[in-house]
């Protein structure tokens, strides 16, 4: 008869703190990425760099907080992010964007409190 390899101490130690729900103790990954993925962001011409607000403790990677806007048309879209351990190329004509002016919201809507 052959038997099953019982697992190591560490990994039956840590499925039963799992299963107990200890595991709601660990902090939770906050979701943001190391420098090299998102170092700058890429717009085309004439679109600037619109900031976008969350909610207090709202984390995440740059790109899930700053989106290119054109204040023409009022459009926002996701930039083009590149660093130095992504072989992300931006688009030809792509620029680094000015930070858009106060009263520039989601969208183009104007921020009443601008």
Same mark, same amino acid.
């Given at each position: &008869?052959?038997?099953?390899?019982?697992?190591?101490?560490?990994?039956?130690?840590?499925?039963? +703190?799992? =299963? *107990?729900?200890?595991?709601? +103790?660990?902090? #939770?990954? +906050?979701?943001? +990425?190391?420098?090299?993925?998102? /170092?700058? &962001? $890429? @717009?085309?011409?004439?679109? @600037?760099?619109?900031?976008?607000?969350? #909610?207090?403790? &709202?984390?995440? #990677?740059? *790109? &899930?907080?700053?989106?290119?806007? /054109?204040? =023409?048309?009022?459009?926002?879209?996701?930039?083009? $992010?590149?660093?130095?351990?992504?072989?992300?190329?931006?688009? /030809?004509?792509?620029?680094?964007?000015?930070? @858009?002016?106060?009263?520039?919201?989601?969208?183009?809507?104007?921020? #009443?409190?601008?």
């Amino acid at each position: &008869m052959r038997r099953t390899p019982s697992p190591s101490p560490t990994a039956a130690a840590a499925a039963i +703190l799992l =299963s *107990s729900g200890a595991g709601l +103790l660990l902090p #939770p990954a +906050l979701g943001a +990425l190391p420098p090299g993925y998102e /170092d700058e &962001m $890429w @717009c085309a011409p004439g679109e @600037c760099a619109l900031y976008v607000e969350y #909610p207090d403790g &709202m984390a995440g #990677p740059a *790109s &899930m907080f700053n989106k290119c806007h /054109d204040a =023409s048309t009022g459009v926002t879209t996701d930039g083009v $992010w590149t660093g130095s351990l992504v072989e992300t190329v931006p688009p /030809d004509g792509h620029v680094r964007p000015p930070p @858009c002016e106060a009263g520039e919201g989601v969208n183009g809507e104007q921020d #009443p409190d601008a």
